[in-house]
């Protein structure tokens, strides 16, 4: 089994996530290329082989001929990206190219079985690709990223210059709320709040417990909250030491932004919701009866 990895550079910066596809790798105990693209001096630690091409960060045409390329050349099984913004744009490009099958948001493998969330993470779907070229892009965190050891073969190649889109930069999101990154205690609400009234019941239980209120992105969408309040892989990742999860269901973004906090506790009507998964204690209430008699008894 070959595995052909490719790295995210941001800001001339190799992303952390390739440790990720690293991690991915060793589970299925893979002989690894690992394809970083773009300007960088970071050079990652693993065993195996590293092609670093240099040129822009994001080019679709040209960061798809270069996995071509070297495709031919190396004949892997797989070639892995993280499902991040690069990835879910350069995957499907690479697939048609390939004429090779692509699975997205793969969270979890086993005996060459690639499971993927549907229905809000209230299934699994479970596929097992023919023989032959298959493209992955893995779920941010889903995999734990692989400790850095050893030092790969290094071979140098730059970009072709081809015609099409290109990155003309970044530009971040100004600073607005709150800083959830930071927070110790976080009271997040989910769509089963009901409406946006009903959020001072969380925020209420929040000022008793000093924690910051998070939310999920529906009730983002829904304009109840500011953005910087959102959790989530399209929201702020956060690791509190306590994550109260409110009429939150639990899908896999949200999931991605929130599990590796140190006591989740969820509180939902419905006892299947797969925010269990992840949560130590799982309070099945009503948030309208549970979050005033909390706060009361916590005061
Ligand atoms: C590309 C992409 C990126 C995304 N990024 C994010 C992200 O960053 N963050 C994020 O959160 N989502 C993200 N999503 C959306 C995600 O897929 C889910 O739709 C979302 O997380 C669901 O939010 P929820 O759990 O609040 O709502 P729902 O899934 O609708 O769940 C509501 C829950 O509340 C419970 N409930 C209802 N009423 C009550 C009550 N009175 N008391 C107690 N429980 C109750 C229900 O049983 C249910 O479990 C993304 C989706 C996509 C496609």
């Not at 050893?150 to 970009?159: A, M």
Request: aromatic letters at 4%; one cysteine or more; hydrophobic letters at 45%.
């Amino acid at each position: 089994m070959k595995a052909m990895l490719i790295g995210e550079v941001v800001g001339a910066k190799l992303n952390p996530s390739f440790a990720e596809l690293l991690g991915f790798a060793g589970r299925l105990g893979a002989e690894v290329v690992g394809l970083v693209m773009g300007d960088t001096s970071d050079r990652p630690s693993f065993a195996g082989k590293l092609v670093l091409a240099a040129g822009p960060e994001y080019a679709p045409q040209a960061h798809k001929a270069m996995v071509q390329e070297l495709v031919a050349a190396e004949k892997p099984d797989l070639v892995v990206l993280v499902h991040s913004a690069y990835g879910w744009d350069l995957a499907p490009r690479l697939a048609v190219a390939l004429s090779a099958p692509q699975i997205s948001e793969v969270k979890e493998v086993t005996d060459g079985v690639y499971q993927v969330g549907v229905c809000n993470g209230k299934l699994v779907r479970q596929l097992a690709p023919n023989p032959g070229l298959t493209i992955l892009t893995l779920q941010a965190g889903a995999f734990a990223p692989a400790q850095e050891s050893g030092s790969p073969t290094v071979e140098n190649k730059t970009l072709p210059s081809l015609p099409g889109p290109g990155l003309v930069g970044y530009k971040s999101k100004p600073k607005t709320g709150v800083d959830l990154s930071k927070a110790e205690r976080i009271v997040s609400v989910g769509r089963g709040i009901g409406k946006k009234e009903n959020i001072e019941l969380a925020r209420k239980l929040a000022a008793v417990l000093k924690a910051e209120l998070g939310s999920s992105r529906p009730v983002v969408d829904a304009g109840w909250i500011d953005p910087s309040h959102q959790v989530g892989s399209t929201g702020t990742t956060v690791a509190p030491k306590l994550y109260l999860a409110c009429g939150i269901s639990g899908a896999v973004q949200h999931l991605a932004g929130m599990k590796k906090s140190e006591l989740i506790i969820a509180v939902n009507k419905d006892k299947e919701a797969p925010i269990g998964e992840v949560a130590r204690y799982f309070v099945v209430a009503d948030l309208m009866e549970f979050l005033p008699a909390l706060t009361e008894a916590l005061q």
